[in-house]
């Protein structure tokens, strides 16, 4: 009997916290609720198809590489915007 009081609980729990996680995502999908400090989203004039500016990037071993230095070297996909 115990075992089951102990599932029911538990099954209540996660139904509270995902009831409340669901209700969290609508509500910053729906733009009341902001991520604080780490929310910069700014629209930009840069629209599908458009040329890529040329920015100072950094590569992943840390070195300093403009855009224009990789347009030439290889196929190059870039991806603008937040992946969160």
Do not use: I, N
């Not at 999908?29 to 500016?53: E, M």
């Amino acid at each position: 009997m115990r075992k089951k009081k102990v599932l029911v609980l538990t099954g209540a729990v996660l139904a509270v916290v995902a009831a409340g996680g669901l209700t969290c995502y609508q509500l910053l999908k729906a733009g009341f609720v902001h991520y604080g400090r780490y929310d910069h989203r700014d629209r930009g004039s840069l629209r599908v198809g458009a040329a890529a500016p040329d920015l100072d990037l950094t590569m992943y071993d840390g070195k300093p590489v403009r855009l224009s230095q990789l347009w030439g070297e290889r196929p190059l996909f870039l991806v603008f915007g937040s992946c969160t």
